[in-house]
């Protein structure tokens, strides 16, 4: 049986910016995208063999609303303290820097991080143990 794979896809305001933010700052990588797909240009992000990624897509002529709150979260478990430590400062090094957390349950064990679009990334300095 195959596994489960999942894409979050979602507009943005600014692909290039976008991009920036998850590449440059989390570290994913560029896994493909296309352009002018039916007005529609995107590119999709994640880590090779991990089972998702990320979709971000313009539309031509239509502008993507920020997020609706400062609560949407893409939440990323990171057990290690030095693997955590060492994401914390590549985003920071790339010019991000944290935001507090509009719940403050992330802030005790993790560091908020807000995209190009108002979208919410914790990195969390914890396992996932369910």
């Known amino acids: 049986m195959?596994?489960?794979?999942?894409?979050?896809?979602?507009?943005?305001?600014?692909?290039?910016a976008v991009v920036r933010f998850y590449r440059d700052g989390l570290g994913f990588e560029v896994l493909g995208g296309f352009e002018d797909h039916a007005g529609f240009d995107g590119v999709m992000l994640g880590h090779a063999g991990a089972p998702y990624h990320l979709e971000f897509t313009v539309e031509r002529g239509h502008e993507a609303p920020r997020a609706p709150s400062e609560?949407?979260?893409?939440?990323?478990?990171?057990?290690?303290?030095?693997?955590?430590?060492?994401?914390?400062?590549?985003m920071e090094a790339a010019g991000f820097a944290p935001v507090p957390s509009r719940n403050p349950y992330w802030d005790a064990n993790g560091r908020t991080f807000e995209d190009p679009d108002g979208y919410r990334v914790v990195l969390q300095q914890a396992a996932w143990s369910r």
């Open 71 to 90: 609560d949407h979260l893409l939440v990323f478990y990171v057990p290690d303290p030095e693997a955590w430590a060492a994401r914390v400062r590549r």
């Open 2 to 16: 195959d596994a489960v794979k999942l894409r979050v896809a979602r507009p943005t305001r600014n692909l290039d």
